[in-house]
Every structure is written in structure tokens, then in C-alpha cells.
């Protein structure tokens, strides 16, 4: 004789809550934020398993806790130390893993960042021990289903929402929504069955997999509708609501990335205006969308907040340095090391952006650094140093986020620029001096006339920035100049006309064809100034190219040659800065590199206050993701709302059928779906008799319920006898008419089509 074991909630339960565990530990594999995190899966099932087993047994609760902390630590400590190096004793190892926490620990609390990868592992696989074990506990010793339920769901939707990488994880979601409906069904059934068998009720255990069908399909249902759902575009009203009521999430955020900063971050579509190449196309329409708040201590006497560096001309096109280097930076690190300059003020900035799904990190001329995790693109001089050419986030910054950004704002005088030497660096002279074959002589020799009379680089390239404010008309209308001339030379002599692009482009080609290092960059103009808070607002409209000139000693210096923007008003000399249209900075001729930057999660200390965006709306190009939050939670909301419903009309149900008259009255329903019109004048056998001959399968059950029916109608005690039950005779009776009916249906279809 074979032993079989037995479990009272049935082991299909058990499967389901298994499948369950192993569906949120397969995303959080799948998702390869760090090596390792195959024995998460593992981890949760071992727990479920130790969650059962205890949930099962005669411990006391406490004891039983007890247990299985005990038995959680070993476990994760097995796992996690299979992952160190092979040569390392166990004692070794042990000591290794709690060495590695009580350093995390310190990090956490002090404000370091740890980049310990193994971290994650532990701690994830510890979480999915605890889930293992609790979703067990309160499924087979305490059930409370929703405890065993949110908690997985919880931290798969969390996995799901902020993963961008390029594995399907929302199909992990839809599985575990289905199979959480099916074990929601599968538990209610149980505490039915419980009661039913206390009360001497029987039932058919066929029962338990009409349950799991009718939950499994509409769990699919709820999918489905819920996938087809609209998403929702950003909002003003949104953004300032997640603006003041996130912050602690935010702040969750932050430190996140802090305490977990080697786990991989993947590029998802981004919205960022600037791309690696500018063309100088044809009209441009930006509108006023609002970007970005830059908050400053005071206003700044010029500024722009950049984003990327172009070096190359040709075929009427920039493009972005090609050869840069990216490194991950993050804030423990300190400032970034880019050279020297003279005349520089420090300036930090805070910027609260407005833009969805974007990653460039803007900043005004010379960005050194910032209290987010980003990539630095760059290349380096004859020492080694950073030379920035952009900055983007790590992780991708989302409408609502703010950081701090660091910047050398140059405070340099005309006449310091004037006498900064002209002896350029290999680097400068073989990046910044490029010019296609396609420049013609007409471009060179306008150079050279408004250039000829100065003899240093500052007084010629305000000379070309001069010609250009003058001569040039700004228009963002223009048609793309024609195919065979060069965009310069057709601004400078055909259309005379432009927008901010072209005005950038003619000069940085005049003044290196008179051997004067230049760029341009793209990014955004200042912006509108608020006094009363000192914020720059930031919108589309602001959207801007200018010029740097390289001054050795100096660095990079902004000039402005479009006529729709302020020139840059610089002192005169050093000693003249009141001559400034706004209050001057002073020069800071040497910086402390470490006390820069504070930590990662002081970037939430500063609050924007109360200023309300009133556009109407934000207006984003932003492409959605695979799986929006509002389809997740319209998804979960949908399949709470079908399972209360389910459970609601079971109750109805029961109630119904289990009074005689009532549910006598459903057989005159069901006959008019199976075609049968009774008359006034049948007696209740004679309707009984029709209905058995269309459903002879069912003659008992319909025999038995009329006759209780008659009893309760018309004898003298009007109780039925036997204690008679008619929900039993439902069950039995109700997947007959159901398959009768659909036969015939089938059969009237076929019917019409013949003729």
C-alpha cells in the first residue's frame, strides 16, 4: 500500500504559491543587474518549502520564527558564499559575507556609496527567503491571502516599473497577476470546502478545478482590457504633485543608487533634443514647453545650461566628438578632473526638470561635477585630464527629478582674453581647427577682412561675432539651404539670414579658417529669471547653439553671434566688473576638489517651494515603455475588482439557490434558453416532464427540486423533507442545461446557414 501524503489546502495550492515565488525570482534573474542572481529563484523556493513545513508542524508561532530566521541565515549564507572565489574556506567565507554587510551598514548610515555588487545578492536573496517563508505562513498556518499576495507583487512591480532594459519583464507580471487571481480563487474555495464539510454538505470535488478555469480566464480577461488601456501624458498638475508629495520616495530613489552602485543600468528611449549630429536643415518650430527650473544664488551675469559639444564640419552637418571615452562617475569620487583655468567661479546649480524619459545632465560651462551617478563623456589633454563634451544620467531622469550640478563659470576680463597667449595644444590644433573642402574662398576672405586689423584672437572673434549680430537677420523659418552650396556660404552671402544654429556655424568656420581654435555647443539659453526665488525657467524656445573660443590659460569662452540672443557683456578689465549689466562673480583662482560635491542623497535637501507650473499641459514626445505604471495598476485594480465580484456573486448565488422557490423559478429561465414556453396551466410535474425530455440527463435532479418545491408550496408544514438541499441539485444540473443550451444554439446556426 503506497502512502500518500496529504495536505489539507490541497496541493495545488502549494503549486501555485510556489509558481508564484518562482515567477518574481525568474524577473529579478532575468533583469541581470548584477551576476549571482540565479540563486534568488532557489532562495525563495527553499523558503517556501521551510515556510510549509514549519506552517505545518506543532511549533508555537515565536518557535517557529525563530526557526526559520535560523534556517534563512544559513541558507543565504550557503548561496551567496558558493559566489566567492573558490579558493576561500568556508570560515573565510562566512566572515567575508558579514564583513561585507557591516560595510554597507557604514555606507548606508555615514553617506558613502558602495559599489560591493555581492551586496545586492545577499540582501535580494534574503527578501526572497522571508517572501518564500511568509507566503507559506500565511497560506497554510495564518491564512490571510493577501499577506502572501502584495509583498512578491510588490517587489516584481517594482522590478518591472523601473527596469529598461531589453528583457520582457511585464510578461513575468502578467503571469504572476494570473496566477494570484488563481491562487485568490483557490484559497476561497478551500475556506468554502471547510465550511461545507462542517456543516455535512456535499459537494462535488470536481468543484475545485471549475474554480481554477473560471479565475484563470478572468485573470485573462482583466489582462487584456487592462493592456488596452490609454496611457497618460505628462502634466504641469502631475509634475508639481510629484514634486511635493515624493520626496521621501525620492529620496528612496537616491539613496538607492547610492548604496547599490554597481548594479548594471540599462539605456532606454529618451527624449533629449540634441543628438550626436546637428544638421543645418531647414525651419525649426520649438514652442514653449517648459524644460527645466535652474536654481542658482543669484543671478548669474551670462549664462547657458549646455549639453554636448560638436567638433567636426562637414556636408553641412556638426557632429559630436566620435572618439570620446565614457566613464562611469560617481559623486565619492569627487569633482571631475579637467584641467586648470584662470578667472572661474564656482557656481552650483539645482536643476528640477520637466522633460520625461531624458538623460543629459545640463549644466552651465565648465561642468565638473554632479550629485547624480552619470556617464562622463570626454576626451583628454597631453596630462590625462577630462575634457567634458557631455553628462548624462545614469539612470534616466524622469519629469519631476532634480540634481545638483557643478560648474567653472569664466569671469575672465576683455583684456586678460586679449593678452592670453596663442600657443595652442596638439589637441586643440587637430580637433578645433577642422574645415571641409567644401568652405569656400568667399567665407575666407570675409574672415580675414573683419579679422585683418586686430592682432589677437579675442578682439577678431568679437569682430566676427559683431558682423554677424549685424548682418545677419534672424529667422528660424528658413527653408533648407539648397543641395551643392555650403550652408555657411549661404547664410553669409545668399539668404543672410538664420537661426541660431547657422549664426554658431559661420562663425566658428570663419574664425577657424583665421587659425582660431572654436566649437559650438548645444544646449539652452538662460532662460526667464525669477527673482523673487532665483530660478531660471527653462523652455523649449530657449532651445540654443553658440560659439567657444579656446584661450589658452583661459579654457573654453562663451561668444554670442545670434542677433535674438544678448550679447555677453564682459568687464574690461579685472578691476571694472561694475560694469557688469548683473552682479559680478569673483575670480576664484584655485579650487578644493573634495569639499565640492556632498553626497548623492543631499541632492533632495533642497525644496522648490510653491511655484505651480500653469501651462496647460507639459507637452512630451516621450515613447512610452513596453508597460506604463497607470496599465499595471489598472491591470491589478482590474483583477481585484473580478475576483471581489466573483466572490460577491458566488454568495448571491448560494443564497439563491438555496431556497426551494427560488431556485425552483430558475428551471422556467433555463427552459425559455433551451426553447421550452411553458403555459400558465402546466402543474409543476408537467413542466418537469418537458424539461426532462430536452435534458433527460437531468431527470433526477429536476424531479427532485420540483418536488420540493411542491412540498414547500402546498403542505400543510411547508418544509421539504429529508433536510433536502437544492444548491447539491444545482451543481449537478447546471453544466447540463449550460451544455443543452450552447447544442442547440449550435444547431439553429447550422440550420440558417443551410438555407
Same mark, same amino acid.
Given at each position: ?121 545577499? +540582501? ?220 572661474? +567661479? ?41 575634457? $567634458? ?63 585683418? +586689423? ?94 567657444? $573660443? ?76 513596453? $508597460? ?79 418536488? +420540493? ?47
Amino acid at each position: 500500500m503506497r502512502l500518500q501524503p496529504k495536505l489539507e489546502e490541497g496541493w495545488s495550492t502549494l503549486a501555485l504559491l510556489w509558481a508564484m515565488i518562482l515567477v518574481a525570482g525568474m524577473a529579478i534573474m532575468q533583469s541581470d543587474l548584477i551576476d549571482g542572481l540565479h540563486i534568488v529563484p532557489l532562495a525563495g523556493s527553499i523558503g517556501l518549502l521551510a515556510g510549509v513545513t514549519l506552517a505545518k508542524s506543532r511549533f508555537p508561532t515565536r518557535t517557529a520564527h525563530i526557526m526559520a530566521l535560523v534556517y534563512g541565515l544559513f541558507v543565504v549564507i550557503y548561496l551567496t558564499g558558493n559566489l566567492l572565489p573558490e579558493g576561500m574556506l568556508w570560515r573565510e567565507r562566512v566572515f567575508d559575507i558579514f564583513n561585507r554587510q557591516l560595510v554597507w551598514l557604514r555606507k548606508a548610515i555615514g553617506g558613502g556609496t558602495s559599489r560591493d555588487g555581492l551586496i545586492f545578492v545577499i +540582501q535580494t536573496s534574503a527578501i526572497f527567503w522571508l517572501l518564500g517563508y511568509s507566503a507559506a505562513w500565511y497560506t497554510f498556518r495564518l491564512p490571510r491571502v493577501w499577506r502572501a499576495i502584495v509583498p512578491t507583487g510588490l517587489v516584481l512591480l517594482s522590478v518591472v516599473y523601473y527596469y529598461t532594459g531589453p528583457r520582457p519583464l511585464p510578461v513575468y507580471l502578467a503571469i504572476y497577476v494570473v496566477l494570484a487571481l488563481v491562487y485568490l480563487a483557490r484559497t476561497h474555495l478551500i475556506t468554502q470546502e471547510k465550511n461545507w464539510r462542517e456543516t455535512r454538505v456535499l459537494y462535488e470535488r470536481a468543484i475545485r478545478y471549475a474554480f481554477i478555469r473560471a479565475s484563470f480566464m478572468t485573470a485573462l480577461i482583466a489582462l487584456i482590457v487592462a493592456w488596452s488601456l490609454p496611457t497618460f501624458s505628462a502634466s504641469p498638475v502631475v509634475a508639481d504633485a510629484l514634486g511635493t508629495t515624493r520626496g521621501p520616495w525620492r529620496q528612496f530613489q537616491d539613496n538607492w543608487t547610492r548604496l547599490f552602485s554597481a548594479l548594471r543600468a540599462y539605456g532606454t528611449d529618451t527624449v533629449d533634443p540634441y543628438q550626436n549630429t546637428l544638421v543645418l536643415g531647414g525651419p525649426r518650430t520649438v514652442g514653449s514647453t517648459p524644460i527645466m527650473d535652474v536654481y542658482v544664488e543669484q543671478k548669474l551675469p551670462y549664462v547657458y545650461w549646455q549639453a554636448i559639444v560638436y567638433d567636426t564640419y562637414e556636408n553641412g552637418r556638426w557632429q559630436a566628438v566620435t572618439d570620446y571615452q565614457s566613464e562611469l562617475h560617481i559623486p565619492d569620487d569627487g569633482v571631475l578632473p579637467t584641467p586648470f583655468t584662470l578667472s572661474r +567661479q564656482v557656481v552650483t546649480q539645482t536643476v528640477v526638470t520637466y522633460l520625461n524619459n531624458s538623460s543629459f545632465l545640463y549644466a552651465a560651462p565648465e561642468p565638473i561635477g554632479s550629485n547624480r551617478q552619470m556617464f562622463v563623456e570626454y576626451t583628454t589633454d597631453e596630462r590625462g585630464n577630462m575634457l $567634458v563634451t557631455a553628462m548624462r544620467s545614469r539612470f534616466i531622469l524622469r519629469q519631476g527629478d532634480q540634481y545638483q550640478v557643478i560648474s567653472r563659470l569664466s569671469v575672465a576680463d576683455a583684456q586678460s582674453l586679449r593678452e592670453a597667449p596663442t600657443e595652442y595644444p596638439d589637441w586643440v590644433r587637430k580637433r578645433y581647427l577642422q574645415l571641409p573642402d567644401t568652405i569656400t574662398p568667399e567665407t575666407v576672405a570675409l574672415a580675414e577682412e573683419l579679422t585683418a +586689423q586686430y592682432d589677437n584672437p579675442y578682439d577678431k572673434a568679437m569682430a566676427v561675432q559683431n558682423y554677424l549680430r549685424e548682418n545677419i537677420k534672424y529667422n528660424d523659418q528658413i527653408p533648407a539651404p539648397p543641395d551643392g552650396i555650403d550652408p555657411v556660404h549661404y547664410t553669409l552671402f545668399v539668404s543672410q539670414e538664420g537661426y541660431c544654429n547657422y549664426y554658431a556655424s559661420a562663425m566658428t568656420v570663419m574664425l577657424r579658417s583665421q587659425g582660431i581654435p572654436a566649437r559650438i555647443v548645444s544646449g539652452y539659453a538662460q532662460g526667464e529669471f525669477n527673482a523673487e526665488r532665483n530660478f531660471y525657467r527653462v523652455r523649449a524656445s530657449n532651445a540654443h547653439t553658440w560659439v567657444e $573660443v579656446y584661450f589658452p590659460g583661459y579654457g573654453w569662452i562663451q561668444f554670442e553671434p545670434t542677433a535674438s540672443i544678448p550679447v555677453i557683456t564682459r568687464p574690461e578689465t579685472a578691476a571694472s566688473g561694475d560694469d557688469l549689466a548683473s552682479p559680478s562673480l569673483p575670480a576664484q583662482t584655485d579650487i578644493d576638489r573634495e569639499a565640492l560635491l556632498g553626497e548623492e542623497e543631499n541632492q533632495n535637501d533642497f525644496e522648490r517651494g510653491g511655484d505651480v507650473l500653469d501651462e496647460n499641459a507639459l507637452e512630451t514626445t516621450a515613447p512610452q515603455t513596453a $508597460v506604463s505604471l497607470w496599465q499595471i495598476l489598472g491591470a491589478i485594480l482590474i483583477v481585484a475588482i473580478a475576483g471581489i465580484l466573483l466572490w460577491v456573486a458566488n454568495k448571491l448565488n448560494q443564497r439563491i439557490e438555496a431556497d426551494v422557490i427560488r431556485s425552483y423559478g430558475r428551471l422556467e429561465t433555463w427552459a425559455r434558453w433551451l426553447g421550452i414556453q411553458f403555459r400558465p396551466t402546466y402543474t409543476p410535474y408537467e413542466r418537469a416532464d418537458m424539461l426532462t425530455t430536452v435534458v433527460p440527463e437531468g431527470k433526477q435532479p429536476i424531479r427532485n427540486l420540483t418536488q +420540493q418545491y411542491v412540498f414547500k408550496q402546498f403542505s400543510k408544514t411547508h418544509t421539504p423533507p429529508n433536510g433536502y438541499n437544492p444548491t447539491e441539485a444545482w451543481r449537478e444540473l447546471r453544466p447540463l442545461l449550460i451544455r443543452r443550451g450552447l447544442i442547440r444554439r449550435l444547431e439553429q446556426w447550422r440550420t440558417r446557414r443551410r438555407r
